[in-house]
Protein backbone atom coordinates (compact mmCIF):
# COMPACT_ATOMS: atom_id res chain seq x y z
CA UNK A 1 0.00 0.00 0.00
CA UNK A 2 1.71 3.52 -0.79
CA UNK A 3 1.50 6.50 1.16
CA UNK A 4 -0.88 8.16 -0.82
CA UNK A 5 -3.51 5.22 -0.30
CA UNK A 6 -2.36 5.09 3.37
CA UNK A 7 -3.35 8.91 3.81
CA UNK A 8 -6.39 8.95 1.66
CA UNK A 9 -7.56 5.87 4.24
CA UNK A 10 -6.84 7.57 7.16
CA UNK A 11 -9.28 10.41 6.66
CA UNK A 12 -12.89 10.11 7.54
CA UNK A 13 -15.69 9.71 4.71
CA UNK A 14 -18.81 12.28 4.18
CA UNK A 15 -20.99 10.81 6.47
CA UNK A 16 -18.57 8.77 8.78
CA UNK A 17 -19.25 9.26 12.50
CA UNK A 18 -15.39 9.23 14.66
CA UNK A 19 -15.92 6.98 17.54
CA UNK A 20 -14.27 7.45 20.54
CA UNK A 21 -14.15 5.19 23.38
CA UNK A 22 -13.19 5.04 26.78
CA UNK A 23 -12.14 2.43 29.14
CA UNK A 24 -11.09 3.38 32.85
CA UNK A 25 -7.99 0.97 33.42
CA UNK A 26 -6.79 1.38 29.35
CA UNK A 27 -4.02 4.33 28.70
CA UNK A 28 -5.51 5.07 25.32
CA UNK A 29 -8.79 4.83 23.90
CA UNK A 30 -10.83 3.01 21.07
CA UNK A 31 -10.92 5.12 17.87
CA UNK A 32 -12.60 3.82 14.72
CA UNK A 33 -14.81 5.39 12.12
CA UNK A 34 -17.70 3.91 11.10
CA UNK A 35 -20.85 4.31 8.78
CA UNK A 36 -23.42 6.10 10.44
CA UNK A 37 -25.89 2.74 9.64
CA UNK A 38 -22.98 0.77 11.96
CA UNK A 39 -24.74 -1.00 15.19
CA UNK A 40 -24.28 0.02 18.40
CA UNK A 41 -23.01 -3.19 19.12
CA UNK A 42 -20.80 -3.91 17.00
CA UNK A 43 -18.85 -0.73 18.39
CA UNK A 44 -19.48 -2.05 21.43
CA UNK A 45 -17.91 -5.60 20.47
CA UNK A 46 -14.89 -4.22 18.42
CA UNK A 47 -14.00 -1.72 21.83
CA UNK A 48 -14.21 -4.88 23.88
CA UNK A 49 -11.87 -6.79 21.76
CA UNK A 50 -9.47 -3.69 21.98
CA UNK A 51 -9.26 -3.65 25.13
CA UNK A 52 -9.28 -7.41 25.79
CA UNK A 53 -12.35 -7.40 27.65
CA UNK A 54 -15.33 -9.84 26.67
CA UNK A 55 -18.28 -10.41 28.56
CA UNK A 56 -18.22 -13.21 30.51
CA UNK A 57 -19.72 -16.02 33.66
CA UNK A 58 -16.83 -17.12 35.87
CA UNK A 59 -18.03 -17.15 39.78
CA UNK A 60 -18.95 -13.78 39.16
CA UNK A 61 -20.73 -12.02 35.84
CA UNK A 62 -18.67 -9.96 34.04
CA UNK A 63 -21.20 -7.71 31.46
CA UNK A 64 -19.65 -4.63 29.78
CA UNK A 65 -21.92 -2.15 28.43
CA UNK A 66 -21.45 1.64 26.89
CA UNK A 67 -21.59 4.77 28.53
CA UNK A 68 -23.05 7.94 26.38
CA UNK A 69 -23.76 11.10 27.89
CA UNK A 70 -24.04 9.22 31.56
CA UNK A 71 -26.26 7.26 30.47
CA UNK A 72 -26.65 3.52 29.78
CA UNK A 73 -26.76 2.29 26.13
CA UNK A 74 -29.55 -0.78 26.49
CA UNK A 75 -30.62 -0.86 23.06
CA UNK A 76 -27.38 -2.19 20.96
CA UNK A 77 -29.74 -2.61 17.82
CA UNK A 78 -29.47 1.15 17.40
CA UNK A 79 -27.56 2.29 14.47
CA UNK A 80 -24.75 5.22 15.31
CA UNK A 81 -27.27 7.92 13.04
CA UNK A 82 -30.28 7.27 14.40
CA UNK A 83 -28.55 7.39 18.17
CA UNK A 84 -26.71 10.88 17.41
CA UNK A 85 -29.11 11.92 13.92
CA UNK A 86 -27.59 12.75 11.15
CA UNK A 87 -25.49 16.23 11.53
CA UNK A 88 -23.41 15.13 14.20
CA UNK A 89 -20.08 13.59 13.17
CA UNK A 90 -18.38 12.24 16.40
CA UNK A 91 -19.28 10.50 19.35
CA UNK A 92 -17.82 9.81 22.54
CA UNK A 93 -18.56 6.52 24.52
CA UNK A 94 -17.42 4.90 27.51
CA UNK A 95 -17.35 1.00 27.89
CA UNK A 96 -17.74 0.58 31.63
CA UNK A 97 -17.66 -3.18 33.55
CA UNK A 98 -20.82 -4.13 35.42
CA UNK A 99 -20.10 -7.24 37.97
CA UNK A 100 -22.62 -9.05 39.50
CA UNK A 101 -21.91 -11.32 41.94
CA UNK A 102 -22.37 -15.10 41.46
CA UNK A 103 -24.07 -17.73 44.23
CA UNK A 104 -22.31 -18.16 47.29
CA UNK A 105 -21.71 -22.18 47.20
Avoid: C, N, W
Wanted: aromatic residues 10%; negative net charge; proline residues 6%.
Amino acid sequence: MSQIQQTQESHAKPGAVEVDVRYLPAAHPFHQTYPPETTLETVRTAAMSYFGVQDRTERDTYRYYLGFEGQRVTDTSQTLGGLLGEHRQGVHFELIEEITPGQAG
